[in-house]
């Protein structure tokens, strides 16, 4: 299938690559299907566009938060397993969305509301977590200095 993207043009892309967001997502709930792209061409690194297969303009810069936040834990409700099909935990992608305001070194995240992908069904949403110590603007690249304390 050819999809048309602000970023990269014209994309030939296989239909089983497609993702389904059942419901959307907020804020963008006419948007149902999207592909995941890595963001540059080796496929090495942590940071990911969501793409509408359906709107050209409308794409998220991701990043894998465990690649910044080891101790990231992101708990599914049994409803929210079974919505995306889940049988295998394995099978999950989670991935938070990435705001750069200025400067890359400046870039934030939404630990409190990634996006789950279920990889074997092809299946996704975005969930909010229950935990008051994950913000949406959290700081990507914390300076050695914060660190410490």
């Given at each position: 299938?050819?999809?048309q ?14 993702i ?30 969501l ?81 008051k ?6 700081p ?7 660190r410490?304390?």
């Amino acid at each position: 299938m050819k999809i048309q993207t602000e970023r990269f043009g014209e994309l030939e892309l296989p239909e089983n690559r497609v993702i389904t967001f059942a419901k959307g997502i907020p804020g963008f709930e006419d948007y149902k299907e999207y592909v995941l792209l890595p963001a540059d061409e080796t496929g090495e690194t942590p940071f990911f566009f969501l793409q509408s297969t359906e709107h050209a303009e409308v794409s998220f810069f991701l990043v894998d938060p465990f690649s910044f936040f080891e101790d990231y834990d992101v708990k599914l409700a049994d409803q929210q397993v079974e919505r995306l099909a889940l049988e295998d935990p394995s099978d999950a992608i989670v991935l938070t969305t990435v705001t750069v305001k200025g400067e890359m070194k400046d870039a934030t995240t939404n630990l409190k509301a990634p996006l789950v992908i279920n990889n074997a069904q092809q299946l996704g949403m975005q969930i909010v977590l229950d935990n008051k110590t994950y913000q949406i603007k959290q700081p990507l690249f914390q300076t050695a200095d914060a660190r410490q304390v």
